[in-house]
């Protein structure tokens, strides 16, 4: 019998991108994609959608109800920058969203729970380059506090009810079907689109400001490849360290050259800055390659040819 599979959050980055691989996997009628958001009507014919406020527990149950969900991937959540905007409203969606979607999982017998943590679970006092799996965590913005808080629940709910949930620190991702919304590494995606639209761009982040960031072909294959393990590979039940590459802006401005030779970057950082600065450089995620074998396929030139390559018709190039 096919999976029959649940997105929550379809219409976010991650999303977007999760809904076209997946239902090109297990058939569009299979795959249920739920946002908070009506969508088109051409969105409708690409497979089932519902709207769900995963603060609502009745969107949750008719949509549990109706699609009979064997996986779930509950990607609803609000990102670093807009969370520190709105610290109350940004805790509750992440937590509470979070504790409906466990509670739905375990009444209607779901198989298996993805659920994203981040980078942003470490803080000041973390090892900055190589950050271990465990280590000081501690983290300061609203957003890491629930993504922390959020994984200790993962784990505690695998060992009390047996909740088969898996979980990935996705770094920051890039990725060009969806824009990111509200977080602390979408500079590496606007960049894209201002180089060719402008030739030009100005970075919230400073020149030499390191971050760990993942090309969303990577980031989605470690995704599905995390859930669709064997449940005894899945020795870590909090969230698992995933590196993908680091690049700061510089870095990355070098890379676009190679292709706009012109393009020009300035730097007028903001409120960002700081919890950049509190986030690793480098993530060393030796768990994740041993226990599920992951393997990272785009490093940073091989990321940037791809988004210049699929982003270029847009802007007319
Ligand atoms: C953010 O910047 O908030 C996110 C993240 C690293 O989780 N991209």
Known sequence: MSERILI?????????????????????????CSDIKPVSDEKLDNGPYRV???????????????????????????????????????????????????????????????????????????????????????????????????????????????????????????????????????????????????????????ANTRLPMMYMDDAIRATVEVTEAPADKILIRSSYNLAGVSFDPEMLTEAIRKHIPTFHIDYKTDHRQAIADSWPKSIDDSRAQSDWDWELEYDTDAMVAEMLKQLAPRYGK
């Not at 929550?8 to 249920?32: C, F, H, P, W």
């Not at 937590?95 to 993805?114: P, S």
Request: hydrophobic share 40%; with cysteine.
């Open 8 to 32: 929550i959050g379809s219409e976010g980055q991650v999303g977007t991108d999760l809904a076209a691989y997946l239902r090109g996997v297990y058939g569009k009628e299979n795959v249920m």
């Open 52 to 206: 769900l406020n995963v603060l609502v527990k009745e969107h949750i149950r008719e949509a549990f109800k109706e699609h009979k969900p064997t996986i779930v991937y509950h990607l609803a959540a609000m990102l670093s920058a807009t969370a520190e905007a709105k610290p109350k409203f940004g805790w509750e969606l992440n937590m509470d969203g979070l504790f409906n979607i466990f509670d739905a999982a375990l009444e209607y017998g779901v198989k298996r729970l993805f659920w994203p943590s981040s980078i942003a679970v470490f803080g000041p006092n973390t090892p900055q380059l190589d950050t271990p799996q465990f280590c000081v965590m501690d983290p300061n913005t609203i957003y890491g506090i629930s993504k922390l808080a959020g994984e200790r629940y993962c784990e505690y709910y695998n060992k009390r009810w047996g909740l088969d949930v898996r979980s990935i620190r996705y770094p920051g991702l890039i990725g060009w079907k969806a824009m990111p919304g509200g977080g602390t590494t979408d500079y590496a995606v606007d960049i894209f689109h201002q180089a060719l639209d402008k030739g030009r761009y100005t970075s919230f982040l400073s």
